[in-house]
């Protein structure tokens, strides 16, 4: 009976997809819960279940961080390892496993950037990988920046101050640039999100939605291969040109 006192709250959460239609334990059927109807025991998430399944939430890029908030504190209590410090070894097993899974889950679909390409990925399949790819009208800024940052890493504080104290000032100036680049491209990244959220979910098998839903996650791609590029360059600034300070602190990573 104490089993039931630590299932979700929230009966939404409860009716999910699972990894087996039986119980790993009694084998009696199972009706998509987290726990045998019968004998109570933890069920194990499927390792193929999506993220958003897992935290039962559409495929949505403007997600709902109330609901993502309250399923993910939910599913933890039910899952949590304390729990199950006194129970056999296949649940203690589970309740590591859906534990590790849960926050994978949640760490993924919480930052916008990871949910986007973690999204990529799930629509596009793995051949969609995520490159870092240099905007292509930066090119020409990013290879004289390169060329400025090596020399002013070349130099040595003390001789040479003139040609580091310009160099300097050039770098700090290319960096703002970049770091107002980057917000521009999350911005983008923002419309895309809203694009894909206004596509049709019901025609899934049409062709003109797929194809559709592509245009919107190719363009998606895009802008995160060429914010990656442009994050690192920011990131190699930063530690060249401030070796004390902190990165920027933002949502996006
Ligand atoms: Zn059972």
Request: charged residues 30%; aromatic residues 4%; negative net charge.
């Given at each position: 009976m104490s089993e039931h006192t630590h299932q979700p709250e929230s009966g939404r959460a409860r009716e999910l997809?699972?990894?087996r239609s039986m119980c790993w334990h009694c084998q009696s059927e199972m009706t998509g819960e987290y726990f045998c109807g019968r004998c109570v025991k933890v069920q194990p998430l499927s390792k193929e279940l999506d993220y958003f399944t897992c935290l039962n939430l559409p495929r949505k890029l403007n997600l709902d961080e109330q609901a993502l908030e309250e399923t993910f504190y939910a599913l933890s209590r039910s899952f949590h390892p304390d729990y199950y410090a006194t129970k056999d070894e296949g649940e203690k097993a589970i309740s590591l496993g859906n534990t590790a899974l849960l926050n994978t889950a949640y760490r993924t679909l919480k930052d916008p950037v990871q949910r986007?390409?973690?999204?990529?990925?799930?629509?596009?399949g793995s051949a969609?990988?995520?490159?870092?790819?240099?905007?292509?009208?930066l090119f020409d800024e990013i290879l004289e920046l390169q060329e400025d940052l090596d020399e002013f890493r070349s130099l040595s504080a003390g001789e040479s101050d003139e040609r580091r104290q310009e160099l300097l000032e050039k770098l700090q100036a290319d960096r703002r640039t970049l770091e107002a680049r980057k917000a521009q491209m999350e911005d983008r990244l923002r419309e895309q999100f809203s694009r894909w959220d206004?596509?049709?979910?019901?025609?899934e098998g049409e062709a003109t939605v797929r194809s559709q839903k592509d245009a919107v996650l190719a363009g998606m791609q895009e802008i995160l291969s060429n914010r990656t590029y442009v994050k690192n360059i920011v990131n190699d600034l930063v530690a060249a040109t401030s070796p004390t300070a902190e990165p920027g602190r933002s949502a996006w990573h």
């Open positions: 997809p699972m990894a986007a390409e973690y999204l990529i990925r799930l629509e596009a969609k990988d995520i490159r870092n790819s240099p905007p292509a009208d206004a596509l049709p979910t019901e025609a």
